[in-house]
């Protein structure tokens, strides 16, 4: 009987882990030219010179898409993404641009990263936002050698 009861506990965990935890956010590849023109709410991540984040968050929508606050982002307003999208063609190289959406396919922003930067995207329903977290792997903590 307490078999039983333990097997349907552990049973019951592992599908709620594999169906209730699953993104309810995707995360596209895309060129930067399929950033279309328009104002959004841009935030901005910048710790070194190569190491740069901006995203672009539609303010006509109902969710926001928000970076994670740390001392190197800056919220920049209300803006077009031109001027931030010619930055990484003339100094960064190497970069990711990435449209962030619901899975029913509601866009609801766009991030260009450096490839030296990586990222995270969760979803945060209690604030009904979706949270952008950079990892600047120039900036964690290291062993003394």
Known sequence: MIKTILWGIILGTSVWAILGCQATTVRQRIEPEAIPEGIYRVTVHKSYAKSYAVLFDNPHD????????????????????????????????????????????????????????????????RRNKIMIQIIDPALQAREPD
């Open 62 to 125: 109902d969710k926001k898409v928000v970076m994670a606050h740390t001392w190197f982002t800056k919220e920049m307003g209300m803006d077009r993404p031109g001027a931030y999208l010619d930055r990484f063609r003339q100094r960064i190289r190497f970069y990711s641009t990435f449209r962030i959406s619901e899975k029913d396919g509601t866009v609801r922003g766009y991030l260009v990263i450096s490839n030296l930067l990586d990222h995270r995207v969760s979803n945060d329903l």
